[in-house]
């Protein structure tokens, strides 16, 4: 079945399908609970590897995703497009808590090595079940710290994004395949706001200097370039 939908899985990797998080936190909760009930740690400990598989060599070599992008995605269609460094964040951790527990049952220690097994399952189930990703809520907490939050970003070069005037504007940092990207826009223009847009994904460099680590971000912006507020 040919596959519709704006962002390519397999190239478009700064951006992902929103739903494909959840079925892969739907099958590590499932292999975590399969571990725990037959008393088999190696099942946890090859979700594990499967994790870092993924995370090193792409979505190619991640079952999970291949079942989301191969079978699920063509019948239900592309859902919304997100950031997907937050999810890859939470697939780290849970590639890191695994693999701790597959040393501890390795050297002994089995109720600690049950212990990251059962928290594993039990986060991957609870952001399957409800879409509240800790691991996700903890890259954003880590990017708030790094500067990311309101009054982090204390000035931009309106210049340097490309503004067409120095009049008081929103500077909006987007990614053309992000769904909350373009409803932020569209709200906003809405309101009658003068936006001037950054594409991250070609803009690299003023990502990276205004500490930009989730998309969408929207900034109030007078005009000597002072922010005024964050929007988003």
Same mark, same amino acid.
């Given at each position: ?38 008393? @088999? @740690? ?18 190619? @070599? ?51 090595? @049950? ?118």
């Amino acid at each position: 079945m040919k596959r519709a939908g704006t962002a390519d899985p397999y190239r478009d990797t700064d951006v992902i399908d929103a739903r494909a998080p959840r079925v892969n936190q739907t099958v590590v909760a499932l292999a975590c609970l399969g571990a725990l009930t037959s008393g @088999w @740690w190696g099942i946890a400990s090859v979700m594990g590897a499967q994790l870092i598989l993924g995370l090193l060599l792409g979505r190619r @070599w991640c079952l999970p995703c291949l079942l989301y992008f191969e079978v699920i995605q063509p019948r239900l269609g592309e859902g919304e497009i997100e950031d997907s460094r937050p999810p890859r964040f939470a697939n780290v951790l849970g590639a890191a808590f695994l693999s701790g527990a597959t040393l501890l049952h390795l050297a002994g220690l089995h109720l600690l090595g @049950w212990s990251l097994v059962a928290v594993v399952g039990a986060l991957a189930a609870l952001a399957a079940a409800t879409g509240l990703c800790v691991g996700c809520s903890l890259y954003k907490l880590n990017a708030r710290l790094r500067g990311i939050r309101p009054g982090g970003v204390r000035s931009i070069d309106l210049v340097e994004v490309g503004a067409a005037s120095m009049g008081p504007q929103v500077v909006q940092f987007t990614h053309p395949l992000c769904t909350e990207c373009r409803e932020l826009e569209s709200r906003l223009r809405a309101e009658g706001r003068d936006i001037v847009t950054v594409d991250v994904s070609k803009r690299r460099e003023l990502a990276h200097k205004y500490n930009i680590s989730v998309v969408p971000a929207a900034f109030t912006v007078s005009g000597d370039g002072s922010v005024v507020s964050r929007l988003a």
